[in-house]
């Protein structure tokens, strides 16, 4: 069965530094990735996911991941963190043969001014 | 459309109390699921379907029954709450790619607490 890992559990930064949150999954095959946001008080939403192709896949609100396959990683980054992006962030993996993906334990985001 | 709705919101019960969350959407998704989501733990599925009729236990589904009459529903029902089950629980639908997994579209969640 697959399994996902976030090692972080609380991340802080400043406004206007880069971030990168860490996600590593364990699976035989190549996986299905997924990164989703939680807003406070909100469900998850959908960051960006990768399937197949172009290892570096681009997400929305400016948001990116690199799949490495030789070290078993999808981490999240962004070059400049906004106050909003103050979040939980979910790592997800998935299979060929699952219906349903697995969750990391997530990163919570804070951001100080 | 309206995406994945649950209601209520908000629910405050007693121990041995028996009640059912609510799910719909309205994407015309096959899949289903539900999540459980408590501090520190993630999000933990409790149930799952890929169709209507189609039902099946995930991670943590003691004390949860769910049915799928319709493509569009998905509830779960709690038989005899316990302080245990105090939590957030989201429902979640997804397009079917063969038998894989896909985006997750969520809810906004429903607050229970069992006193």
């Known amino acids: 069965a697959q399994s996902v890992t976030q090692p972080d559990i609380h991340i802080t930064v400043s406004e206007g530094a880069s971030l990168e949150l860490r996600c590593n999954y364990s699976?035989?095959?190549?996986?299905?990735l997924f990164w989703y946001v939680q807003s406070p008080g909100q469900g998850l939403q959908l960051l960006l996911k990768y399937f197949s192709g172009d290892t570096l896949v681009q997400g929305i609100k400016g948001f990116e991941a690199e799949f490495k396959r030789s070290q078993s990683s999808f981490n999240l980054r962004k070059p400049s963190v906004h106050w909003s992006d103050a979040a939980e962030y979910f790592c997800a993996v998935g299979t060929g043969g699952s219906y349903i993906p697995t969750f990391g334990r997530g990163t919570s985001l804070i951001v100080h001014p | 459309n309206a995406g994945v709705t649950q209601t209520p919101k908000f629910q405050v019960l007693k121990t041995g109390q028996s009640m059912t969350l609510q799910c719909a959407q309205d994407?015309?998704?096959?899949?289903m699921s539900w999540y459980r989501q408590d501090p520190g733990m993630g999000l933990r599925l409790i149930h799952y379907s890929v169709g209507a009729g189609i039902t099946d236990q995930g991670e943590v589904p003691n004390g949860y029954n769910v049915s799928r009459s319709t493509t569009e529903d998905f509830p779960l029902r709690l038989l005899s709450a316990a302080p245990s089950q105090t939590s957030v629980y989201f429902c979640?639908?997804?397009?079917?790619?063969?038998?894989?997994?896909?985006?997750?579209?969520f809810g906004p969640g429903t607050r229970l607490t069992v006193l």
């Open positions: 699976y035989g095959a190549t996986p299905y």
């Open positions: 979640a639908s997804s397009y079917a790619q063969g038998i894989s997994t896909d985006t997750q579209y």
């Open positions: 994407m015309n998704h096959e899949y």
